[in-house]
């Protein structure tokens, strides 16, 4: 069974930073797509930041310049470095992971990871709290 962890979440002020953090377990395909997603209160979610098992990291506008995702993959874990942080960038922050340039089930998945559609494994999210 797929399980991703989010932490480090937390309430900061405006201009600080904080490093989120996602360990994966139990996921077994070695292409595979991690995003951060986040979905700010009374809004849509949104994908933030993409990475694959290839180090290819894609970044929205939003967030160019102030974030940062890498991967520990002896660790499983796939990190978002958050600098610069602003009200605007409150929200409850997830992680997601789907495989990448496969078929499984009758389904292709996109070698691509930047458009963050598919994600099939979802963490349980992390607050981020961010005041002027």
């Known amino acids: 069974q797929v399980q991703l962890e989010e932490s480090g979440g937390g309430s900061v002020q405006s201009g600080g930073s904080l490093r989120l953090s996602c360990v994966g377990s139990?996921?077994?395909?070695?292409?595979?797509?991690v995003g951060w997603f986040r979905q700010p209160p009374g809004k849509e979610r949104e994908v933030v930041t993409t990475i694959d098992n290839l180090g290819r990291t894609s970044y929205a506008d939003f967030v160019k310049g102030r974030f940062t995702v890498s991967q520990d993959n002896a660790k499983n874990t796939v990190y978002l470095q958050m600098n610069s942080l602003n009200p605007e960038d409150t929200a409850m922050y997830y992680c997601?992971?789907?495989?990448?340039?496969?078929?499984?089930?009758?389904?292709?998945?996109?070698?691509?990871?930047?458009?963050?559609?598919?994600?099939?494994?979802w963490g349980q999210g992390t607050q981020v709290t961010v005041s002027s």
């Open positions: 997601a992971a789907r495989p990448r340039a496969t078929w499984i089930g009758g389904v292709y998945y996109p070698a691509g990871c930047t458009e963050g559609t598919g994600y099939n494994y």
């Open positions: 139990g996921y077994t395909y070695s292409n595979n797509c």
